[in-house]
């Protein structure tokens, strides 16, 4: 005797907040029904172990079904298969983080017939929420679906999106300890919002944003993975290990806003993506910073007479200037080269970062010396490269600040 | 040329990528209707065409327009070979043949495809104009309404009731035809789609000219079925009750609207109505006092002093009441009362009511449920324009029922409902309702209205414990039945249990809540072909009905209530095994007596096990205190030696015996009664008894925060909030014992039906407080060794407190409903049909169809009841009507009968029933006062809570005729949506559960956009009349399909339309006088 088919299907879509995520992080049915038993679900309603396998199993469906709207969000407002009553929505407002909210009038206004997916969420106690609050979790179990483990994305970072990295998702997810089929959705959110975003013009944290419905916080970092991948920036050497996906995130936003063809001109297709060219042609010319040196010793005269009695570790600055210098701008004249933009990273580390580090510079120090590093550039006479010295130091700065710690 | 019907095709969206090089679409669309076909241009490259075509005009009969629906088929463009069908989209045009109903339909419609399921949606613009007044054409009947619901629309009156409309039409199946061997399983599901959506227009057109040829203009309480008989055949055939209606203006609506909530009003009263006090208070003692001596006058000053809330009309009646039951005045009034009920109804063929509950005071009486089956073996159809043999049997089945009807007293069957089950060649017909006696005003134009009614005709009578009052003659008693005087009134008499198929009366007086009760049963059967099997089948049938009965008399004197509503039992029929599932809502009525305790009696009292019983003894006993705890019963408890002598201690005790004691006398022998009450016994005497005893006490109550019933209304609540959620869930099981005992399935089936419940309450426990309203289940034998299970219910929010507030103000009404209750009529009403029983009745026993040894066996057996000591009756003409009790119970008849059946019957021969020497006036309640309306309906606004209108269009749906905190304002037409889904990959679509999932889904998806498209919010009375469903997992395939039905409305808020009452004068609506406000 066995149950050879069990659905319920409701007028008004029935999800359960718990279940999505255990779906969500690739847990098979029975063990989402164990870690449900162990959370104490089973003493609400006098539920037995074959009711809770038969609701898990549908949500699980449901999920599986929704997955299909999940994908293209934007259809999501006018789709027809689910259906949510937005009624109440001044609760929702009082609920909604602000972000979430712009997100979700953004759906309202553009569907006006629009049925989402009805979420009665939690079971009480906090059971209230789940007639005031359905559109709130609407578009956080969107959030959600779009959400990654920053450890996961960690490994992926830089990695092209191809069929390749995905054979080798089951070693990331033991290293990781992310069940594999949250890897496979987490790399599948990453490749197919790559694809799309690929053809649109635009601004990319616009159109991620717009097009997937994310928060802002999410787009820009969906924004970084794509730009990583595109450009194929080197993150996985062991001396890159230290680094956390929120650091590169941050660089890769001052890579987006400044060193882009978008930066100048916001109407070209993969304006974000890519590195504008010509900049990077530009570079070049920087190199008589090390190359003349007369320059060289002036500029180092500067920002040591600049730096004196300021710093402990000044002593080490002066007799390193030179190396540190040529270390930026080798890196600088060298970025034609594709193979050394994705080199990036590591050249930062390898050429500045760990110099100072082993002569213990501070991170105020650090602050100091570059900001002063780039000033001086200012006032050297024979120095005609100000504004791509200034497009160049300001993102390198940033990166450096973020990128020196522990 | 009647009519012209325009199509306009706008755009498409989130079509799927047909051209696998572009990723994209070159979508056009081909619209038909009849044979006429447009086209639209093709839209290249794109999964968003915007085609904005020109109308497509189509010139037609509006013959066709009944029948035909609109046929658009959105295509994938190809240069090289042949269009690739995207999907289809039938839009039924009925609803635009109205004037009252939706003038567009409008709306984005999902692209289903019986293969993909849907895929896109495309946006369509339909209208009608049509020319002539269509109601001269009678192959027509454009016009006429149809409503599935199953009492009086809300925002329309019924002035005429006109009855009874049945059809059915007959046709080939196109899965069956030599074509399909070569067709395409995709052309094939559309035809057979397209087939059935033909065959239910015709279906409704020939019904519609019934209606008209009736004069009626409405078809209420519309039931259509398919049977899919397979090799012999498609048949759809549907029954109705033609009504009159007249549109009420929305100013007027809520007065009317009242007893659409039924139960908002009388049932909070009964909730809690705490008879204690009744008991010491005077009132009560009034009442008694009136019973020995029928001096009216006493009572009408009583009422005077206790009832605040008298009205003046009531003066009138209670004036009347009184003179009436003695003097002269009310003699030809009654007379003619009388004649026009008996003609208004004779004259029908089948005075048969497809409603369930009806406007107050329409109800008399209730006799009780009958119900008739019918074994067949099919055959080919062989001509479909004449379908003789199914019309036939249908016939049969409704003499049967007409039968029954009379033998209890009664001239009219409510609630009354047809349906079959078939596998293979054999098929189970059945019918089932109640018997009831009507009032005759309805049935005469003109007099409905309530107000302005001529009072001379309202026969006051208690409205809240009128309609349990007997219809039969106590004398000619048609089964034995222990009656007792009414509980409320005193008046007359009631029986000890009432089962019936309608829906609870809304000025029925209860107490506590109600709850689902269902007995389910299993029993195995030989595999066997043809007559054989029908044999086997028919012989099993009488055992299964009886069976199931014990369960659900058992059932509900465990949870210590008397009464069920909603009565369904279905039987289905598989290759190896019979099902029967009966579902009810036991109630409390306070009008009937205390149902008395269940006793356990071991075959031998001095038993060793006796320790063993007195356990289970204990057990019984606590689980009946648990469950009068948490239904909340706490009937008035009348001490009867206060009441006795006007009480007529009953002859025979009602007993239910476990299968082994079969005579009478063992009966008394066995005397033992529980307390004062009287007790049902069950005898131990085997382990098989014990096993049924457990099985009886695993019926897991729901739990905290859930109550549940099968009926429109939930007795004992009545504050609904607006919290809505339909559901429908399926699950089948696969029997992998090969060799199970008629026990171990039943334990199966009972915990199949017992896991869904408890699914349901896990999975809504979110909207705790909450009732589960309208439980429907289905089952079916889909192949040998499944069961499959199919419920579609809605679960509705409601307010705790509210029903506490209500609690305080019942005193008031009780009063009021107790004054009324002293007025009484005797009519002879009954007397004259049973005689004219003799002549039909003993024809009719001869006219079942009958296969079977055991039919016949129970043919033999005809009741005789005469009535002797006729002399003795006090007050009124004495009957001496000898009822020929014919036809009895081959398959089932009524239910209280077979109680009689089980004792008596297997002795094979005739049984003589008790004589009663004492006869007791007979009234025939008649319409209630207003009054009690008018609170009713303050009570219902009051209840009613809800929040402001969205913009957003969601489409709520209910298998409820109304959605809580809502008022309907517009029925938009009938839904009905037939669709089939088919798989070839039914392991990459998630295996049989993820394939129903998303069908499912995705036919609630259709209906409501189909709704939202004829400008409605709603689907009420909503129905998933047919689910079948046939999987090939070795072959990878699957199908199924699924019938769904419903009536599209538009409904706003109650509280905005308070809001918007002051202003309603002015806009909203063009009716006159609208005086909502007041």
Redesign the interface.
């Known amino acids: 005797?066995?149950?050879?088919?069990?659905?319920?299907?409701?007028?008004?879509?029935?999800m359960d907040e718990e279940v999505y995520q255990l779906w969500l992080d690739g847990h098979t049915v029975n063990d989402a029904v164990k870690v449900r038993m162990e959370g104490g679900v089973m003493d609400?309603?006098?539920?037995?172990k074959?009711?809770?396998l038969?609701?898990t199993?549908?949500q699980y469906?449901?999920f599986?079904?929704c997955e299909r709207l999940l994908h293209s969000p934007a259809?999501l407002a006018?789709?027809?298969?689910?259906?949510?009553?937005?009624?109440?929505?001044i609760m929702l407002i009082e609920r909604c983080s602000r972000d979430a909210l712009i997100q979700l009038t953004h759906l309202?206004q553009r569907?006006?017939?629009?049925?989402f997916l009805y979420l009665?969420?939690?079971?009480?106690p906090l059971?209230y929420v789940?007639?005031h609050g359905n559109l709130f979790f609407v578009s956080l179990s969107l959030f959600r679906y779009y959400a990654f483990d920053d450890t996961f994305v960690r490994e992926v970072l830089g990695k092209k999106l191809s069929k390749g990295t995905k054979k080798d998702l089951d070693d990331i997810s033991a290293k990781t300890n992310v069940t594999l089929k949250s890897c496979r959705r987490q790399f599948d959110n990453f490749k197919r919002v790559f694809k799309v975003v690929e053809e649109l013009k635009g601004p990319l944290v616009e159109n991620i944003r717009q097009h997937f419905l994310l928060s802002d916080k999410l787009a820009r970092d969906y924004a970084a993975i794509v730009f990583f991948a595109n450009n194929r920036f080197e993150t996985g050497k062991r001396k890159l290990q230290y680094l956390s996906f929120q650091d590169f995130a941050f660089c890769a936003g001052q890579l987006i806003s400044n060193w882009t063809v978008g930066a100048v001109d916001n109407m070209v297709e993969d304006m974000d993506v890519d590195l504008d060219k010509e900049f990077l042609q530009e570079l070049k010319e920087l190199k008589i910073l090390i190359t003349d040196k007369d320059l060289l010793d002036q500029h180092k005269s500067l920002v040591c007479t600049a730096l004196r009695g300021k710093t402990k570790v000044f002593i080490e600055m002066e007799n390193n200037f030179k190396n540190l210098s040529r270390g930026l701008i080798n890196i600088a004249a060298k970025l034609t080269n594709t193979k050394d933009v994705r080199d990036f990273f590591i050249d930062l580390v390898e050429k500045f970062i760990e110099p100072c580090r082993s002569d213990r510079w501070t991170a105020a120090d650090m602050k100091l010396y570059l900001t002063h590093y780039t000033n001086s550039a200012h006032i050297l006479d024979t120095f005609k490269h100000q504004v791509v010295w200034d497009r160049y130091m300001g993102v390198v700065k940033s990166c450096i600040f973020k990128m020196y710690h522990d | 040329m009647p009519g012209k019907l325009k199509a306009k095709i706008v755009a498409g969206r989130h079509l799927p990528v047909m051209d696998r090089a572009s990723d994209l679409t070159d979508a056009f669309v081909e619209v038909k209707f009849g044979n006429t076909t447009f086209k639209t241009d093709v839209c290249p490259k794109s999964l968003n065409p915007q085609w904005n075509s020109e109308w497509f005009k189509f010139e037609v009969d509006d013959e066709d327009l009944q029948d035909e629906p609109l046929q658009i088929t959105v295509l994938d463009h190809d240069t090289y070979s042949a269009n690739d069908a995207i999907g289809k989209v039938y839009i039924d045009i009925d609803p635009l043949l109205y004037s009252e109903a939706a003038s567009v339909i409008s709306g984005w419609f999902p692209i289903y495809d019986t293969i993909h399921g849907i895929r896109g949606e495309i946006n369509v613009i339909v209208k009608v104009e049509l020319f002539n007044d269509l109601n001269r054409f009678r192959q027509s009947s454009c016009g006429v309404k149809f409503f599935c619901t199953t009492c009086i629309p809300q925002c329309y009156r019924a002035t005429l009731v006109h009855g009874f409309v049945e059809e059915l039409v007959v046709n080939e199946d196109p899965e069956y035809q030599w074509i399909d061997r070569i067709r395409t399983p995709r052309a094939s599901n559309e035809a057979r789609q397209r087939l059935i959506s033909l065959m239910s227009g015709e279906l409704q057109r020939k019904i519609g000219l019934k209606v008209l040829e009736m004069g009626g203009n409405a078809v209420v309480g519309y039931l259509q079925c398919f049977d899919l008989e397979g090799e012999s055949g498609l048949v759809v055939r549907a029954i109705g009750t033609a009504c009159t209606l007249d549109k009420l203006s929305s100013g007027s609506a809520p007065n009317t609207n009242t007893h659409m909530h039924p139960n908002t009003a009388p049932a909070s009263n009964a909730c809690n109505s705490p008879s204690k006090d009744g008991k010491e208070s005077p009132l009560a003692h009034g009442c008694r006092s009136t019973h020995n001596s029928p001096v009216h006058s006493v009572c009408s000053s009583q009422r005077l002093s206790q009832n605040f809330s008298v009205s003046v009309p009531t003066l009138i009646f209670t004036g009347m009441g009184s003179g009436g039951s003695a003097g002269k005045e009310a003699g030809p009034l009654r007379t003619l009362l009388r004649q026009q009920t008996q003609t208004a109804l004779e004259q029908r063929e089948f005075p048969f009511f497809t409603l369930t509950s009806f406007p107050p005071g329409f109800l008399l009486h209730v006799g009780g449920v009958v119900s008739a089956r019918s074994v067949k073996l099919l055959d080919r159809i062989h001509n479909p324009d004449e379908p003789e043999t199914r019309d036939a049997w249908w016939e049969e089945i409704r003499q049967e029922i007409k039968s029954h009807a009379r033998a209890l007293g009664c001239h009219a069957v409510v609630g009354y409902s047809e349906s079959t089950s078939i596998c293979e060649e054999v098929c189970i017909l059945s019918a089932s309702g109640t018997a009831a006696i009507l009032n005759p005003r309805y049935m005469r134009e003109g007099c409905l209205d309530i107000g302005c009614t001529d009072h001379r005709f309202e026969e006051p009578s208690p409205p809240n414990c009128g309609f349990c009052h007997i219809p039969y003659d106590e004398l000619n008693m048609p089964f034995p039945a222990q009656l007792t005087y009414c509980y409320h009134c005193r008046r007359q008499k009631v029986p000890d249990v009432l089962f019936t198929t309608i829906d609870l009366p809304s000025e029925a007086a209860v107490a506590g809540k109600g709850c689902l009760i269902q007995a389910r049963l299993c029993r195995l059967k030989k595999k066997a072909q043809g007559e054989a099997n029908a044999t086997a089948i028919s012989n099993l049938l009488p055992f299964m009905e009886y069976e199931l009965h014990t369960q659900l008399m058992n059932k509900l004197k465990l949870r210590s209530m008397n009464a069920l509503f909603g009565l369904h039992i279905q039987i289905s029929v598989g290759e190896n095994m019979l099902l029967g599932l009966a579902s009810a809502t036991g109630v409390y009525l306070t009008a009937l007596p205390a149902p008395g305790g269940i006793q356990i009696a071991g075959k031998t009292p001095g038993d060793l096990s006796s320790e063993h019983i007195s356990s289970i003894q204990k057990r019984i006993n606590d689980t009946i205190a648990v469950n009068k705890e948490l239904y909340q019963i706490n009937p008035p408890e009348l001490a009867e030696e206060g009441v006795g002598s006007p009480i007529p201690e009953p002859r025979h005790r009602s007993r239910l015996f476990r299968s082994h004691s079969e005579s009478s006398d063992e009966l008394s022998e066995l005397d033992l009664s529980h307390g004062k009450k009287d007790a049902f016994v069950l005898e131990i005497d085997d382990t098989d008894a014990v096993e049924d005893i457990h099985s009886l006490l695993i019926d897991a109550p729901p739990p905290t925060g859930f109550y549940s019933c099968n009926t429109e209304n939930m007795p004992g609540i009545s504050n609904w909030t607006s919290g809505v959620q339909m559901f429908t869930s399926v699950r089948v099981l696969r029997l992998s014992n090969a060799n199970l005992t008629n026990q171990g399935l039943n334990k199966i089936f009972t915990d199949l039906c017992e896991n869904l419940l408890k699914s349901f309450y896990f999975k809504l426990r979110s909207m705790i407080p909450c009732c589960l309203c309208h439980l429907n289940f289905t089952v079916a034998v889909p192949e040998e060794e499944l069961i499959q299970v199919t419920v579609t219910a809605v679960a509705m929010t409601y307010d705790k407190e509210q029903t506490q507030e209500k609690t305080a103000e019942k005193p008031v009404n009780k009063g009021s409903l107790e004054a009324e209750e002293q007025l009484q009529f005797p009519l002879e009403l009954c007397a004259d049909s049973s005689s004219s029983n003799i002549q039909t009745a003993s024809k009719i026993s001869d006219t079942v169809s009958l296969f079977t040894p055991a039919a016949k066996l129970c043919q033999n057996q005809l009741l005789i009841v005469r009535s002797a000591g006729v002399g003795e009756s006090t007050n009124i003409s004495p009957r001496a009507a000898s009822v020929d009790y014919g036809s009895f119970a081959d398959r089932c008849s009524t239910w209280l009968e077979l109680l009689r059946l089980k004792a008596h019957t297997i002795r094979r021969g005739s049984v003589k029933t008790s004589r009663r020497t004492q006869s007791l006036a007979h009234s025939v309640s008649s319409l209630e006062r207003c009054s009690p309306l008018q609170e009713g309906r303050s009570r219902s606004l009051r209840s009613s809570r809800s929040f402001g209108g969205s913009s957003v269009t969601v489409v709520k749906m209910t298998p409820l005729s109304f959605l809580s905190g809502t008022r309907i304002i517009k029925y938009l037409g009938i839904i009905n949506m037939f669709f089939i889904r088919e798989t070839t990959s039914l392991r990459e679509e998630g295996g049989v559960s993820g394939f129903l999932h998303s069908f499912i889904a995705e036919v609630f998806a259709m209906v409501r956009a189909h709704v939202a498209a004829l400008g409605g919010n709603a689907v009420v009375s909503y129905s998933m009349k047919e689910c079948v469903f046939m999987e090939n997992p070795n072959k990878n395939q699957a199908q199924c399909l699924i019938n769904v039905s419903g009536d599209a409305v538009i409904c706003i808020s109650e509280t905005d339309q308070e809001s918007s009452a002051s202003t309603a004068n002015t806009g909203q609506t063009g009716g006159g006088g609208t005086d909502g406000a007041t």
């Open positions: 005797m066995s149950v050879e088919l069990d659905v319920f299907v409701g007028n008004t879509t029935i609400e309603c006098e539920a037995s074959d009711v809770l038969s609701d199993m549908d469906r449901t599986q079904m259809k006018n789709q027809l298969l689910f259906q949510i009553p937005p009624h109440r929505q309202f569907s006006h017939n629009s049925l009665f969420v939690k079971p009480p059971c789940s007639s």
